[in-house]
């Protein structure tokens, strides 16, 4: 579960920052080039599905730390259905990113020395 935690918390916070670099830097010429959508590259699909295994995995092992595990893939998930839908423009999406990637790495910050032995 630390390892999951770990990937889905890195994975989230770099899907966030690229999305804050598109907003800041290439968002103008790809909406107007796209009609308005972020562009949903590979780079997302696989995240997404990588969020989709920390939800169910975390949702089964109900080890210490799951609910906070489970809350930020299903906030990562809801950004990106976002991101494909085209609600929120760009800022909504990547805040929700990088709320995302602080629940998932939570467990490894808050949870006492017995998830270090118990949740491997």
Known sequence: ???LSILCGLSFATVAGSLF?????FLP???????GRIPFGPVSWTVSGLALLGAVMAWRSRCEGWTALA???GLFLLAQAAVLAGIGGVALPAL???AAAGFALLPLMHTPSS????AG
């Open 1 to 3: 579960m630390r390892l």
């Open 21 to 25: 670099a598109c907003w800041t830097f």
């Open 96 to 98: 929700s990113s990088l």
């Open 115 to 118: 998830y270090w032995r118990v």
């Open 71 to 73: 809350t930020g893939c």
């Open 29 to 35: 010429a790809e909406v107007v080039a796209d009609s």
